[in-house]
């Protein structure tokens, strides 16, 4: 998320919204508990307003925070 932050910052005041939208190529998919998990160790930072990860085999939303 940090080197993503940093990409946009040059660009930031362009869009009142953004969304880090990245793809798992490792686990494809996560059950309740690995959601909760994962939800408890990331917080969005002021730079993102919503965080989506798709699952690459199809492409299905399996993660937002």
Do not use: P, R
């Not at 798992?24 to 730079?47: L, P, R, T």
């Amino acid at each position: 998320m940090k080197e993503k932050s940093e990409k946009i910052n040059d660009h930031y005041a362009k869009y009142n919204t953004w969304w880090l939208v990245l793809v798992d190529q490792i686990a494809y998919g996560f059950d309740e508990d690995e959601k909760k998990e994962i939800k408890s160790m990331v917080s969005v930072n002021s730079c993102w307003n919503k965080i989506i990860v798709l699952d690459s085999l199809n492409g299905n939303n399996i993660l937002e925070i």
